[in-house]
């Protein structure tokens, strides 16, 4: 090189060398005070031992669930320790995980309040919700057999009046913060970035299906067509019962899910009639049809008011924001199993935006009949119920 190159070359490296700090400690002062002033030590412990009304306040289940998800997910979350430092319990991963989550506090805060580096409790909160994720999915979220979708059909006709319901199946928009390099695929109709999460829900307000990370601009009906569970239900690999009886009645419908405007009518997915100048009957449909309905927007409601996190935006990238919501449905599901719910608490799911339908699915004359035929039995004697006309 000439002596011009050289001297820029020397000042490049000279002015690189100038802004490259040198690491100041090799752990920070405040994180080596974490044995004595942590969260864990300084809160979680005499919670543990003296308060378990406060503890299920701080962690969001009792202390014999909290108990019970340690012993699931201990073996994968043990580190070794090493010559140059102690590595984080299991035990400890998990409070400060189920703490970030029921909070809605920033890495920065929990980096503070458990005396954890920042990058490492990002790095460990991930990992946490990964193991809970791959550990208790098959237990929490199952796939349903013939005879869970029947039980779960008897809870929808006990709970909500409606037969052969199989499910409640709804959109929601998760807010997070524009991922770098997306353009416009993570904006939705709100004009906000987000991520989808596609579930269905029993009557017990529990997920029994749950898909997450589709793209902010996908309406419902995209999402559910491009999701696992409707290419179970094309193919029919999904153990759906045989069409059934209606109570008191020789005719026999399909079971199905039932789900708002936004998704397209089948065989197996019921939606509103739509309009505004609806006979009695329809009007009569649509309000059984949202009484059943109710149960998915109960069940947001419980996930959002349990988990504090949903209540801002994931300001993560989106494989970190998938992961997070896969763990909270899980624990959503695991909690609500063992320490039941409040029911305060799904009255709103005001952090979540609903989606709106722009691609509506193919029908045909078959699957409008099915709903006329349930449209008519509810204003017959045998499926009427007392109080229906006055709420419509």
């Not at 002596?3 to 000042?11: H, K, M, P, R």
């Not at 300084?42 to 299920?56: A, H, I, M, S, W």
């Not at 069409?243 to 079971?255: E, H, M, W």
């Not at 099915?370 to 509810?378: G, V």
Request: charged fraction near 25%; glycine fraction near 6%.
């Amino acid at each position: 090189m000439d002596s011009g190159e050289a001297v820029a070359f020397v000042l490049t490296t000279y002015t690189y060398l100038r802004k490259t700090k040198k690491r100041k400690w090799w752990v920070h002062p405040v994180n080596c005070e974490r044995y004595r002033h942590g969260a864990f030590v300084t809160l979680y412990k005499p919670l543990r031992e003296k308060d378990p009304v406060t503890f299920f306040n701080l962690l969001r289940m009792s202390i014999p669930s909290f108990d019970e998800l340690l012993a699931t997910v201990r073996e994968p979350l043990m580190k070794m320790d090493t010559k140059l430092r102690t590595a984080l319990s299991p035990e400890e991963l998990l409070v400060f995980t189920l703490r970030y989550l029921a909070s809605g506090c920033s890495l920065q805060d929990i980096h503070y309040l458990f005396r954890i580096g920042r990058s490492t409790a990002g790095i460990l909160i991930r990992k946490v919700c990964k193991t809970i994720w791959n550990t208790m999915k098959e237990e929490c979220i199952p796939t349903p057999t013939e005879e869970t979708w029947a039980h779960i059909s008897h809870g929808f006709l006990e709970r909500a009046d409606f037969p052969n319901c199989i499910g409640a199946v709804d959109g929601k928009h998760i807010h997070v913060i524009k991922p770098q390099r997306s353009g416009s695929l993570y904006m939705n109709y709100k004009h906000f970035f987000s991520i989808g999460l596609m579930a269905v829900a029993d009557a017990s307000y529990r997920f029994t299906y749950v898909d997450i990370g589709s793209y902010g601009k996908d309406s419902d009906s995209m999402v559910f067509r491009n999701s696992t569970l409707w290419t179970k239900i094309q193919s029919r690999s999904l153990s759906i019962p045989k069409p059934q009886k209606l109570p008191g009645t020789d005719i026999a419908v399909p079971f199905a899910f039932v789900g708002d405007e936004a998704f397209g009518l089948s065989s197996n997915l019921l939606r509103p009639y739509s309009g505004t100048q609806l006979s009695e009957k329809k009007r009569v449909f649509n309000y059984r049809l949202s009484r059943a309905r109710r149960y998915v927007e109960c069940s947001f409601g419980i996930l959002t008011n349990k988990w504090s996190i949903f209540h801002q935006p994931l300001n993560l990238n989106v494989n970190f924001a998938v992961d997070i919501v896969k763990c909270c449905c899980v624990l959503h599901n695991f909690v609500r199993d063992r320490d039941g719910y409040n029911l305060d608490d799904s009255f709103s799911s005001a952090a979540f935006e609903d989606f709106v339908n722009s691609t509506a699915m193919n029908v045909n004359r078959r699957n409008f009949s099915y709903r006329d035929i349930l449209a008519d039995y509810f204003v017959s004697e045998s499926g009427q119920i007392p109080w229906q006309m006055g709420r419509i």
